[in-house]
């Protein structure tokens, strides 16, 4: 059974940093393109950045280039998201996903990022 | 305001059929296959359509799905209470170089 468990999130200050993981299982992880997409509150889903196999190919929304970075470690089955100089705006859910494109089989749990004085 | 344009709203009652619409670019839906999420209040999206029309395993053949042009839709028959539920429809843009979704359509189920 395909799982995957984010974790990291919390509540942080405005300009602070914050690390979210997710861990993989249940299918070979290396092949996959892997996802983060978030969700603020009361808001719809927003896609924030994308990461192949191979880590040859990594994009991201335009709102998160250059404070987000997407990294994987397929030794360890797990995908990262370093989220820099963060802002009120990004408190949301945090979900990773497994998939190309938009085509995104299954989904994490999600994890809460609050971002506040 | 969202790269695709989706109701914000739809309902219906038990049995009826309903249709959501998703309308795009040329440089999205126009030149990519349309995934459908549905999203149960509280919990992870699923995916419901993908590539167009295509269901996963273990999605009930009342959900379908279209595509045409710039736009697409999904249609849900023999509503359901358990039906009630955010919406959301997405494609790949090639112009922004990266994912976009719909803002969503929230149905209820009369």
Not at chain 1, 26 to 34: A, D, L, P, R
Not at chain 2, 51 to 72: E, I, L, M, Q, Y
């Amino acid at each position: 059974e395909v799982q995957l468990v984010e974790s990291g999130g919390g509540l942080v200050k405005p300009g602070e940093s914050l690390r979210l993981s997710c861990a993989g299982s249940g299918f070979t992880f290396s092949g996959y393109t892997m996802n983060w997409v978030r969700q603020a509150p009361g808001k719809g889903l927003e896609w924030v950045s994308s990461i192949s196999g191979t880590r040859n190919n990594i994009y991201y929304a335009d709102s998160m280039q250059g404070r987000f970075t997407i990294s994987r470690d397929n030794t360890k089955n797990s995908l990262y998201l370093q989220m820099n100089n963060l802002r009120a705006e990004d408190t949301a859910v945090y979900y990773c996903a497994r998939g190309y494109s938009s085509h995104w089989e299954n989904w994490g749990q999600g994890t809460l990022v609050t971002v506040s004085s | 305001q969202s790269v695709l344009t989706q109701p914000p709203s739809a309902s219906g009652t038990p049995g009826q059929r309903v249709t959501i619409s998703c309308s795009g670019s040329s440089s999205n839906i126009g030149s990519d296959t349309v995934n459908w999420y549905q999203q149960l209040p509280g919990t992870a999206p699923k995916l419901l359509i993908y590539n167009n029309d295509r269901r996963p395993s273990g999605v009930p053949d009342r959900f379908s799905g279209s595509k045409s042009g710039t736009s697409a839709s999904l249609g849900i028959s023999g509503l359901q209470s358990e039906d009630e539920a955010d919406y959301y429809c997405a494609a790949w843009d090639d112009s922004l170089n990266g994912v976009v979704f719909g803002g969503g359509t929230k149905l209820t189920v009369l």
